[in-house]
């Protein structure tokens, strides 16, 4: 088969890290018998230098076009990049933020697990880590504050800055929904996450959750507080299967989860509307500070790829070939400087290799 790939580069570390995903792509490709074409989309800083615009019609054409994309990261450093410096529509983000919003990806899904080839990497003590842990973030991506009004203006002689924070009632049942199904196909287990000893979203995200969780009998479900799950994903994240939450939350704890599994650089993240397109990136940012170095983490990046080749093309067989490849890259011993283990003793036992080296190890291992 042949499939028609929109490749959003990016900035920073994104450039580095999808040559390698297409390289792995290719291998794969060769191997199965598939055509991937691709087609570049600027989006970004790279976009605003080009263009003037973080992300043009032109480019949002080519998306629509596209069977699934494979994204890099996009933005740089937000205290010294000149495009921080533009009207906030006009910047890096705001270019990710249309995307989403004009391809529908309402549903972000980041699972988060722990390798346990990089136990020595995790942050947390060992007998927090226990068995290990293994879940699923299903974060709302295309509502709440992200998408709500927002002003400033001078009322009396001061400034007053507002963002709104609105949840429709459909736009929490098809979140939901995906989280339930997800759910089904793993440890059967949800925790929404809200803050509804406050907001009055957090509450009708409550009343539409237990709305949904009732076609689900099979799949246990809680609620928990947001600063309580904060808390609970370093004191015990064993505990979790999937995570449901809104937007912002979700957001700040995809960073949290995947923090806690020792490297940001190693997980994957899709998202998805209701057909079978979907955008793939890795759940890491940009990394303006290591761009260019040949050092970045390119794991992220190649196991998106596989996603989307399981999501959106249907193709399991090769995504797992991806998976099992990075699995053996790993128990071979090969770790890029970001999954190093702590110890000196330990870190004699693995070699250390760049962004490409590991992107040719992992298309041998294929
Ligand atoms: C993410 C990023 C984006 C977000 C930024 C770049 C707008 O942090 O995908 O998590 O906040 O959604
Ligand atoms: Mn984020």
Partial sequence: MSYHIGVIS???????????????????ADKYGHEFEYEDILMGGCSIDATGEPLTDHAIAQAL?????????????????????LPADKRP???????????NLFANMRPAFLYNELREACPLRDSVI???????????LTGGLYFGERSTEEVDGVLLATDTLTYSEPEIRRIAIKAFEIARKRRKKVTSVDKANVLDSSRLWRGMVEEVAADYPDVSYEHMLVDNCAMQLVRNPGQFDVILTENMFGDILSDEASMVTGSLGMLASASMNDTKFGLYEPSGGSAPDIAGKGIANPIATILSAALMLRYSFD??????AIENAV????????RTIDIMPHGEEEAAKVTQVGTKEAGDLICERI
């Fill in 315 to 320: 193709l399991d067989e090769e995504a797992k």
């Fill in 93 to 103: 983000e705001a270019g990710l933020l249309k995307l989403r919003k004009s391809l």
């Fill in 65 to 85: 076009a596209s069977d699934a994309i494979l994204m890099g990261s996009i933005g740089g450093n937000t205290q010294t990049s000149p495009w921080y410096q």
């Fill in 10 to 28: 990016g900035d920073g570390i994104g450039p580095e890290v999808v040559a390698e995903a297409k390289k792995v792509l290719d291998t794969v």
């Fill in 327 to 334: 699995q053996k890259f790993l128990e071979d011993g090969y």
């Fill in 130 to 140: 226990g068995d290990g842990f293994d879940m699923v973030i299903m974060r709302e």
